[in-house]
């Protein structure tokens, strides 16, 4: 079993950056491939990046890639997404997931076992 707590949500305006924090709990942290996905306002779940259980494997969303660096610490037992050149499309609710089922890295929510509850990225024009 693995929970997971968010943390570093805010509101910012276009252009700046935020890290986002996910500490979880549970020994067997380092075997999970982790990601984020985002919701935003009105709009379907959608999959940002996902990191491999090493961190030697990272992939991400078009709409993210250049921007954002999906990272974790296996020996704190966090996960983290540093999101520079913030956009207000990228306005959302962030979660935090892992799967506990696949070792490869996958983009479907459905593959992931473990979730978050969520921190809230505003992004002002």
């Known amino acids: 079993q693995v929970q997971l707590v968010e943390s570093g949500g805010g509101l910012v305006q276009a252009g700046d950056s935020l890290r986002l924090s996910c500490a979880a709990s549970?020994?067997?942290?380092?075997?999970?491939?982790m990601a984020w996905f985002r919701r935003a306002p009105g709009k379907e779940r959608e999959f940002v990046a996902v990191i491999s259980w090493s961190g030697g494997s990272t992939y991400y969303a078009d709409s993210v890639k250049g921007r954002f660096t999906i990272s974790r610490d296996n020996a704190k037992n966090t996960e983290y997404l540093q999101m520079n050149s913030l956009k207000p499309e990228d306005t959302a609710v962030y979660y935090c997931t892992a799967s506990a089922r696949y070792a490869s890295l996958t983009t479907a929510a459905s593959n992931y076992d473990y979730w978050g509850q969520g921190t809230q990225v505003t992004v002002s024009s």
């Open positions: 549970g020994r067997t942290f380092s075997r999970h491939v």
